[in-house]
């Protein structure tokens, strides 16, 4: 059995955490903003019929010309719904570069496949 100093259980734990709470911050920001702007707590939109992708493509370009309270609520939903992907993406490099499992590796990478399918590509 090896040994390693790296510990990667708190590296997931660190991602998971920084992302929960990132998304926390911006969405609580964007009420409280959205809150001071109209006078109500909430922002009434739709996404359905969009991917991660299309979602983040069009806030990003929104990001661009006009930084708006709907923006940060959008910007706190993408870092959560990134937050899983995150996840895996470094468990995956963690079992190809510093375990060399190759078995694990490539359970992870299915995972993150089929993660990647349903939030960027479906």
């Known amino acids: ?3 390693h100093s790296f510990d990667m259980e708190k590296l997931v734990g ?3 955490v920084i992302g929960v ?4 911050a911006l969405i609580t920001a964007g009420l409280a903003w959205g ?3 109209t006078g ?3 922002a009434h939109y739709t996404v359905s019929g969009m991917t991660l992708s299309t979602f983040l493509i069009s806030n990003l370009r929104q990001l661009t010309t006009a930084f708006t ?3 940060l609520i959008n910007l706190g939903i993408a870092a959560l719904m990134l937050t899983p992907f995150v996840r895996v993406l470094a468990s995956v490099l963690y079992f190809a ?3 060399h499992n190759w078995k694990y590796t490539a ?3 299915f995972v993150l496949a089929v993660l990647t399918y349903s939030l960027f590509l479906r």
């Open 1 to 3: 059995m090896r040994t």
């Open 14 to 16: 660190y991602i998971l």
């Open 21 to 24: 709470l990132l998304s926390i």
């Open 35 to 37: 809150w001071v702007e």
């Open 40 to 42: 109500t707590l909430g």
């Open 69 to 71: 309270y709907v923006l």
């Open 97 to 99: 570069f510093a375990e």
């Open 107 to 109: 359970f992870t990478a």
